[in-house]
RNA sequence: UACCCCGUGGUGUAACGGUAACACAAGUGGUUUUGGUCCAUUCGUUCCUGGUUCGAAUCCAGGCGGGGUAACCA
């Protein structure tokens, strides 16, 4: 197996409680020494973020104890999952760094198996048929303070269950008609024990098996079983069927799988400022919210891809982030970070601007122009330098001048002087207005010849340095900046009655047309990423990107400490009023 | 108003009975040809009340607060 997680340092353990748990049951030697996990989606979705934290907890603990990790598909309700699912998700756990090597498992791989057990059950007296409908059984199961009665089928014959088991299995009665039960305990405070649902009639045929059955096991049957039945020693799920646990282990111990392994249970991951839910997820695609399972936006892993987000970027987030059984919600910024961190040290910069304001040098010679020197990555020495065309006729970005300059403002003003990153200190001298919007439509310079590169021989300093491009040289791009699917931190968190829908911010997606960027960006692979130098990183889109002429995801800005100064400044004036 | 789980700075996670640590956020300074990066520095009487102990975030009891659970979903 690949191992993709840094080893933990012998002098900082650190150990999470599952790997503390894990840790004393190996030291322990309970199930022989062995560390075997599992990672068990239902394919009905796309995999999201808060997959990628039992991914790398699954694989992280196999990689760590000397274990292995399966993948293995939950499939054991055919009407809610398709093949598209089954293989998105092996993608998405391949991109993410995982690899299973040969241990591929469908939940219904194991049905014959399963449905042997469930005839042991069915001898032990231990499971019945049960004749009621849903709505009954409903009734019967009692509620939250009261115990629930007894079905009026619980005390059948093996042999008659038998037998209409055999005969579910065959086909015979109609969807719903009859469900095969565990005989537990009707009072038990635990709703899970009141003789929970083992097979119910299905007559829908399954992404894998077709028309082969009529009856599925349910999730909290199969799913110790088929832990058992791959010899899993920890199953770990989150913190939502710390309940099921009772179950899990009566299923376990009451049929004669080959293994034992047992439950533990952590925290599901919450973000600030999106939904973790399928379902939600489904709603936002299905009602097409959102462009796609893939669209930028979503915390799907497929999303996070196309957006520039980095596979080792989110295992760094899920490092970070920890496991424990409380229930958190994590800042988003968290996220954004890790992936900050890991482009700041390998993504190549760029010079871009995306909102253009026309710069004239006047001093420099009409029809003259020149390449320069500019630095690949000041974090990667060995990432070298390339060629930058400069000439008299620039564009520099809408935001680094201002006609009329608070205090503070580093950048482009009449009369300020400020470095054009890699080329030459230029002077503002005046600058001209559209007559009818007042909207500054360009700036005349000069610039200083002696300044060549960014250093002036005096020794004299700027404070500003912006980045700019040629007008004639630079090229044209879409360029998409993306921000919070939702414009409230905890979307779930509605107002009675009302959808979490109305939380979606309707400013999520600003495409820019008229960005302008140096021509080397013009041959950038699709999926790649690069810094866009002062505004943040840039992934040439996987999917609309052509050759030639791409197209730019905001992955995630840079940390922009201007915005906070001047935000400062505008608050104190406005609490000056 | 049943059962289960949880409660440490703004947000997360550690400390495993011996004077609360790490990351992120926020603030302040420094460096800087990205207002990026980097460096330094500030920010918690561990939900409450009792108890055990020389000593409690840690153990016990009782409160309070939060979450989960009543699909033939997973």
Request: glycine share 6%; hydrophobic share 35%; charged share 30%.
């Amino acid at each position: 197996m690949t191992a993709p997680i840094e080893p933990t340092p012998a002098d900082a353990p650190r150990l999470n409680f599952v790997e503390e748990r894990v840790q004393s049951d190996q030291a322990a030697g309970r199930h022989g020494g062995r560390v075997h996990t599992r990672f068990p989606p239902e394919p009905n979705g796309y995999l999201h973020i808060g997959h990628a934290k039992a991914i790398c907890v699954n694989f992280g603990l196999a990689q760590r104890f000397g274990g292995r990790c399966n993948l293995r598909f939950d499939d054991t309700n055919p009407t809610t999952e398709s093949v598209e699912y089954v293989e998105s998700i092996q993608k998405d756990v391949r991109w993410l760094g995982f690899d299973w090597e040969d241990r591929l498992y469908f939940a219904s791989g194991f049905f014959e198996s399963i449905y042997g057990f469930a005839e042991e059950l069915v001898r032990k007296g231990l499971a019945y048929v049960c004749d009621l409908d849903g709505e009954a059984m409903r009734a019967h199961r009692g509620t939250l303070t009261a115990a629930g009665t007894p079905s009026p089928w619980r005390e059948r014959s093996v042999e008659e269950n038998l037998d209409l088991l055999r005969r579910m299995r065959a086909g015979e009665f109609p969807e719903g008609a009859r469900t095969l039960r565990a005989k537990i305990d009707m009072a038990s405070p635990n709703m899970n024990l009141r003789d929970p649902v083992l097979y119910r009639i299905l007559h829908a045929d399954h992404h894998r098996t077709g028309a082969a059955w009529r009856i599925y096991p349910t999730y909290d049957y199969a799913h110790p079983l088929c832990d058992a039945l791959e010899h899993i020693t920890h199953s770990i799920c989150t913190l939502e069927f710390e309940n099921h646990r009772p179950l899990y282990d009566w299923v376990r111990d009451n049929c004669s799988t080959p293994s034992k392994p047992e439950q533990i249970e952590f925290a599901r991951l919450n973000i600030t400022y999106t939904v973790l839910s399928k379902r939600k997820l489904l709603r936002l695609v299905n009602e097409k919210h959102v462009a796609g399972w893939d669209d930028p936006r979503l915390p799907t892993l497929s999303g996070l891809r196309r957006r520039g987000y980095t596979p080792s970027a989110i295992r760094t987030f899920c490092e970070r982030i920890g496991v424990a059984k409380f229930g958190s919600t994590i800042d988003v910024v968290q996220l954004e970070n890790a992936l900050r961190d890991d482009l700041n040290k390998t993504a190549p910069r760029a010079m871009a601007v995306l909102r253009p304001l026309r710069v004239v040098i006047e001093n420099y010679p009409e029809g003259a122009g020149e390449e320069l020197d500019a630095v690949n990555n000041p974090e990667d020495p060995t990432a070298g330098t390339r060629k930058v065309p400069f000439s008299r006729e620039l564009y520099i970005e809408r935001d680094d001048f201002r006609a009329d300059a608070p205090k503070d403002y580093f950048r482009l003003a009449p009369g300020k002087e400020v470095r054009l990153r890699y080329a030459y200190f230029v002077t503002a001298k005046s600058f001209r207005t559209d007559p009818a919007t007042g909207e500054v439509v360009e700036v005349l310079c000069t610039y200083d010849p002696a300044t060549r590169g960014g250093n002036a021989p005096d020794g004299r300093k700027v404070k500003g340095t912006i980045h700019w491009v040629s007008a004639e040289h630079s090229i044209a791009a879409p360029v998409r900046l993306y921000d919070h699917l939702f414009g409230t931190e905890f979307p779930e968190e509605v107002p009675e009655g009302q959808d979490f829908l109305v939380n979606l911010n309707p400013k999520s997606l600003e495409v820019l047309e008229g960005a302008r960027l140096e021509p080397s960006l013009a041959k950038l692979a699709p999926g790649s990423t690069v810094q866009f130098e002062r505004h943040g990183y840039f992934c040439a889109d996987a999917v609309d990107s052509r050759p030639g002429a791409p197209v730019f995801n905001r992955a995630v800005s840079l940390r922009d400490s201007w915005a906070k100064v001047e935000k400062k400044q505008q608050n104190k004036k406005a609490a000056a009023k």
